[in-house]
């Protein structure tokens, strides 16, 4: 079978994505998997191939048709829009925030025009979005504006394990308050539609509880009674295959040992902690309920190590794999 086409923008060109990038591509196990389609600028890869030391020539194209799929080969869509003489690695500028912004433009068009199978993205900057004048925080608001999906959701995978997330960048006052049983019924609908676009169709997803032990029946926290359990019997009454809740103190382990496909997380760091806990590196984003497939490293641009050459591909080459894992199922 075909290698799948797989595009990777590569960020903010002052951190450490373009050098992920290149040392990914010059991976044997990801060009064993995959067929990588760069959109960035060619000073900038030129730069973090010397930087990285990897064995790598650039082909330069304008569509993926172009490509030479040779083993120590980057086929680059160069946008050309970095100003090497403004250009200062590490440092954060509107420059780079426009020019990260226009990488993952380019290859959401690719996707949506199903040029490409999926977008496996590096790392963006917030203040340097805000410095270009990008009206959006991060990838997730970017892609759902471009693909013009309403609440893109995000789906963590590490292992065995996956994790949807009921509420992500608010307090965790205000998450409290978010755990209702309209809102629960509505992200396991939306969170089961993106595990269906995966493939993955068999077993069950498990709701962990918010509370410590899911609040021993309202004796402290009554979330669960009042909440949470209306929510999964109304979702088991209308045939879904959903769980819980269940204690977040077991209920990461259970996934990721099988008896779950999924855990939805009521809030930010509890679902964050579990993946990260256990392998930080291959903790991967999944943007679900779009039109594309989009994965994710999980870590920042990292400005303070960037252009040492000792940032660690791991996180990418992960990526990269899970995009090329799902593209042929998704749907």
């Known amino acids: 079978m075909e290698k799948p086409l797989i595009a990777v923008p590569i960020g903010d060109p002052a951190g450490v994505g373009p050098e992920i990038v290149a040392k990914s591509i010059a991976d044997k196990g990801t060009f064993d998997i995959a067929r990588c389609v760069v959109v960035g600028d060619k000073k900038i890869m030129e730069n973090a191939i010397q930087i990285v030391k990897a064995p790598l020539t650039i082909h330069t194209i304008t569509d993926p048709s172009e490509g030479k799929w040779d083993y120590g080969t980057i086929n680059l869509i160069d946008l050309d829009n970095i100003d090497m003489t403004q250009f200062k690695i590490g440092q954060v500028s509107g420059m780079c925030g426009k020019a990260a912004y226009a990488y993952i433009e380019k290859s959401v068009e690719l996707a949506m025009k199903r040029k490409v199978a999926a977008v496996a993205t590096t790392p963006i900057n917030k203040e340097a979005l805000k410095a270009g004048n990008i009206p959006f925080i991060g990838h997730t608001e970017i892609f759902g504006a471009l693909t013009k999906t309403k609440d893109p959701l995000t789906m963590f995978e590490v292992r065995n394990m996956r994790v949807f997330f009921l509420t992500r960048h608010v307090s965790l006052a ?158």
């Not at 978010?178 to 993955?200: S, W």
């Not at 032990?213 to 979702?235: D, I, R």
């Open 174 to 331: 205000e998450a409290c308050k978010l755990v209702t049983k309209e809102r629960i019924i509505d992200y396991v609908k939306r969170c089961l539609e993106v595990l269906k676009k995966l493939g993955i169709t068999d077993g069950t997803m498990a709701i962990a509880g918010l509370n410590p032990h899911s609040g021993e029946h309202g004796l402290f926290g009554n979330e669960e009674v009042t909440q949470v359990t209306p929510a999964v019997e109304e979702l088991q009454k209308q045939g879904y295959n959903v769980a819980g809740p269940i204690g977040a103190d077991s209920v990461f382990h259970q996934a990721l040992i099988g008896k779950y496909n999924s855990v939805l997380s009521l809030y930010h760091d509890q679902g964050h902690i579990a993946t990260k806990t256990l392998d930080f590196e291959r903790t991967i984003s999944i943007t679900g309920g779009m039109p594309i497939l989009r994965t994710s490293v999980d870590h920042g641009t990292a400005m303070d190590i960037a252009g040492q050459g000792i940032v660690s591909e791991v996180s990418m080459i992960e990526a990269i794999r899970l995009a090329a894992k799902y593209a042929p199922n998704y749907k």
